[in-house]
Structure formats: structure tokens, C-alpha cells
């Protein structure tokens, strides 16, 4: 990992929505945009839920070579942060491991899921594109933009429920401090190296770590260190 890698990932952890770019089989190879909703699994590879019929999940299986910009809405798109994550898509063999995760940052696409036609595809990084603003351009190889989290990936579900089960105190008091949001309920839908997600009152909210954990006992430690910032 490398600054800048940290950097554009923390970015686009931060967002569930991008445009894939697959090259057309239909149109010989031009490239072809399609609006994607994704998370990024523990390591930092974008994870989109597909149909077999959909026209991009045909293009992928013709051809893996793909691209996933990440950008968020501003009333100026160019002086707004942004992420291209280039790479090779591949169908993964199940949908069990990924799936609670997938739908508690996406539970509408519950149906979709439940349909035998829907499968998860995984973006592989060859490169990644970082624009961080005016004069902030790099390109960032995988080796500076994934992490190794397989520990924190296992201890997830445990996390979560305990947070929830355990310290609903906390996760207002989180929002109050590092969002001044008020909130009666938060929910931790999801935790990575990079920081976490909680559900408030219908929107999510995210909350970075300030170095990377890789294993629970690293994100005990940051999640108790942000209370201990909270009491101050």
C-alpha cells in the first residue's frame, strides 16, 4: 500500500455507485457505459451484481477487460475527486459468501439476488486511475491500492453483531462526533480497513480509521480509541 493508494481507496469506499465500462460484443468492441451499483470487497476489488441477460454481463464473459469509475454527483464533475479502476471481471463461483454482505449496503436488491440468473462479478486491478483534485493525477498499481484483510473479513459478521448487540451507545455517540448527526437509531452495516459504514435514518454514513486494520483486534482497538475521542 502507498499513500496514494490509501488515499483513492478510502475514496471510493465511500461510494456505492459507478459507471462500468465493458467493450461491446454487439458493436465491435466499442466500449459500452452502464451504471453500476458495487461494493468494494475487503481487499479493495470492486464486487457488482449481475444478469446473465444484462448486455454488459454478456460483453464481460466475451471479453473480462473492463473499467469502474467511481465519482460522486457535484455541480462542477471536474473538480470532484475520482477514481478508474481498470481491470479483468470474473464471475465468482457462488453467491453465499458475499451475499449478506452485498445486500446490507444494498437491501433492495434483495429480489434480484434471490433470481438464479444474478451472479457476482469481481473486478481484478491492473491499474487504478487517482484523481484527487486540480494537479493530483497518479496511476496506481494493485500492489499500492489492495490490502490484505482476509482476518477482517472472517471476524466481520462477529463485529457487526456485537457493535449492534452491544454498543448502540457508541455508534450515536460516532455519528454525533465525527458527523453531528442526531440519530435514535444506527445500525454498522459494514467494516474494512479503512473505516466502517452505519445505516441512519435511511442513509449511510461512513467513518474512517486513521491507519488500516487488517484483523479484529485492530478494529477493536481503532473503534475503542473513536470512543475514547467521543468522551473527550
Keep these: 500500500m502507498s499513500e496514494q493508494g490509501n488515499e483513492a481507496r478510502r475514496f471510493a469506499r465511500a461510494q456505492h455507485s459507478g459507471v462500468l465500462s465493458t467493450l461491446s460484443r454487439r458493436l465491435d468492441g466499442y466500449p459500452f457505459g452502464s451504471v453500476s451499483p458495487f461494493i468494494l470487497d475487503h481487499d479493495g476489488r470492486p464486487v457488482i451484481l449481475i444478469s446473465e441477460i444484462a448486455e454488459h454481463t454478456r460483453n464481460i464473459d466475451a471479453d473480462p477487460r473492463v473499467s469502474l469509475i467511481v465519482q460522486p454527483y457535484s455541480a462542477d464533475m471536474q473538480t470532484t475527486g475520482r477514481v478508474t479502476v481498470i481491470g479483468h471481471a470474473g464471475r465468482l463461483p457462488a453467491k453465499d459468501q458475499l451475499g449478506p454482505r452485498y445486500l446490507r449496503y444494498f437491501p433492495q436488491?434483495?429480489?434480484?439476488?434471490?433470481m438464479h440468473d444474478f451472479h457476482f462479478y469481481r473486478i481484478e486491478p491492473i491499474k487504478v486511475r487517482?484523481?484527487?483534485?486540480f494537479g493530483r493525477i497518479f496511476w496506481v498499481d494493485p500492489a499500492a491500492w489492495l490490502c490484505a484483510a482476509d482476518l477482517l473479513a472472517e471476524a466481520e459478521a462477529d463485529i457487526l453483531a456485537h457493535m449492534n448487540a452491544d454498543h448502540a451507545d457508541s455508534l450515536r455517540a460516532y455519528c454525533r462526533h465525527v458527523h453531528q448527526v442526531e440519530t435514535d437509531t444506527a445500525t454498522m452495516i459494514g467494516i474494512d480497513p479503512d473505516g466502517f459504514d452505519l445505516r441512519v435514518d435511511g442513509r449511510m454514513l461512513r467513518f474512517d480509521f486513521?491507519?488500516?486494520?487488517?484483523?479484529?483486534?485492530?478494529?477493536?482497538?481503532?473503534?475503542?480509541?473513536?470512543?475514547?475521542q467521543c468522551r473527550a
Excluded at 436488491?109 to 434471490?114: E, L, P, S
Excluded at 479484529?216 to 470512543?227: D, H, M, T
Design 130 to 133: 487517482w484523481i484527487g483534485g
Design 210 to 228: 486513521a491507519t488500516p486494520v487488517l484483523d479484529a483486534a485492530a478494529a477493536r482497538a481503532a473503534l475503542v480509541e473513536l470512543s475514547r
Design 109 to 114: 436488491a434483495a429480489d434480484y439476488f434471490a
